[in-house]
C-alpha cells in the first residue's frame, strides 16, 4: 500500500 | 509605491481560478522584475509557484519590493466584479502595505470602478526547490490533460502515470472498476493538440487525483500543459501564462511503504 508524502520530505525549508 | 496594470482583466481572472481552489491565502511577493507567489496547501501535499513577469504588464512600478498577503477568496470576489475586457490596475500606496486597490476601467472608459482590498500578515513556509532534471518530460493538450483527470477520478483516489517511449498511461482502479487512458506520441510536435515526449528513462509514479483536478484549473490559461517526472520526486505541472509567466504545481508523490 502506498500513503502521501508531503513536499517538506523532498524540499527543504527556506 | 506598486503599480500594475493589464489590458485585459480575464488573464488576472484566471489566474486566480487556477489557485483558489488549492489556497486560501498567499503572499503575492513585488519587486521590480514582478509578482511571484509561491504557496503549499493547507495539508503540504501540493505547491503553487506563480510568476508575472513585470514586462507582460502594460505598466508596472514598483518602487520598493514589497510583499501583500492575500486572502485569496476575496480577491477572487473582487475580480469578479470586473469584465473580462476591462483593463486592471493593481496598486499600493504604502512599502508595506495594509491594503490595495484594483481599479477596473471598461474598454470606452466610461465606467470605472475601484475596490479596496484589506491586506493580511501570512507567516508561511518557503521551500528551497532545485533545478531538476526530470527522466520524463510530456506536452500534451491542457483539455486532454483535464478530461483525463476528470473521467478517471470517478474510478479511483490514485492515479499512476506510467511514461515511456511509446507514450504516457493514466491508470487508476476502485469499487467501480479500473479505467486506462493512453496517449500516444503525435507526429507534428507544432500543433496545439501535439503530444511529445522528452525522455532519459521510463517512469512510474502514483498521485492523488484530487490534486491533479485542481490543477487542471489552470486549462484556460494555456491550450498545452506540461508535465515533468522523475521516479520518487514531485511533478510538475507547468501552464505558460502567454508571453508574461507561468504557474507550476508540484505535486509529492504517493510512495509504498
Not at chain 1, 500500500?1 to 527556506?14: D, G, K, V
Not at chain 2, 508561511?124 to 483525463?148: H, N, W
Not at chain 2, 491508470?171 to 515526449?197: E, F, P, R, W
Not at chain 2, 485542481?214 to 515533468?228: D, E, G, I, N, R
Request: aromatic letters at 8%; proline letters at 3%; hydrophobic letters at 35%.
Amino acid at each position: 500500500r502506498s500513503s502521501q508524502r508531503t513536499l517538506t520530505s523532498f524540499f527543504s525549508l527556506n | 509605491m506598486f503599480e500594475a496594470s493589464l489590458a485585459q482583466s480575464a488573464i488576472l481572472k484566471k489566474v486566480l481560478d487556477a489557485i483558489k481552489d488549492l489556497l486560501n491565502e498567499a503572499n503575492f511577493e513585488c519587486t521590480d522584475d514582478g509578482i511571484k507567489v509561491q504557496a503549499m496547501d493547507n495539508s503540504h501535499v501540493s505547491l503553487v509557484s506563480l510568476e508575472l513577469r513585470s514586462d507582460g504588464f502594460e505598466k508596472y512600478r514598483c518602487d520598493r519590493n514589497l510583499s501583500m498577503g492575500v486572502n485569496l477568496a476575496s480577491m477572487a470576489k473582487i475580480m469578479r466584479c470586473s469584465s473580462n475586457s476591462d483593463k486592471v490596475t493593481i496598486k499600493a500606496q504604502d512599502d508595506n502595505p495594509d491594503k490595495v486597490s484594483f481599479i477596473f476601467e471598461s474598454s470606452n472608459q466610461e465606467r470605472i470602478s475601484d475596490y479596496e482590498m484589506k491586506l493580511m500578515d501570512i507567516d508561511a513556509d518557503q521551500l528551497g526547490i532545485p533545478d531538476t532534471e526530470y527522466s520524463c518530460v510530456v506536452k500534451m493538450p491542457s483539455a486532454e490533460f483535464a478530461r483525463i483527470c476528470k473521467d478517471l477520478n470517478q474510478f479511483g483516489e490514485s492515479l499512476v502515470i506510467s511514461c515511456s517511449k511509446e507514450g504516457i498511461k493514466f491508470s487508476t482502479s476502485g469499487d467501480l472498476g479500473s479505467a486506462n487512458v493512453k496517449l500516444a506520441q503525435t507526429t507534428d510536435a507544432d500543433k496545439d493538440d501535439a503530444v511529445t515526449i522528452e525522455m532519459r528513462s521510463p517512469v512510474t509514479l502514483t498521485f492523488a487525483c484530487r490534486y491533479l483536478n485542481h490543477f487542471t484549473k489552470a486549462t484556460p490559461l494555456s491550450s498545452q500543459v506540461q508535465l515533468s517526472m522523475s521516479d520518487e520526486i514531485p511533478l510538475l505541472v507547468e501552464y505558460r501564462i502567454g508571453d508574461m509567466g507561468c504557474i507550476k504545481y508540484y505535486l509529492a508523490p504517493k510512495i509504498d511503504d
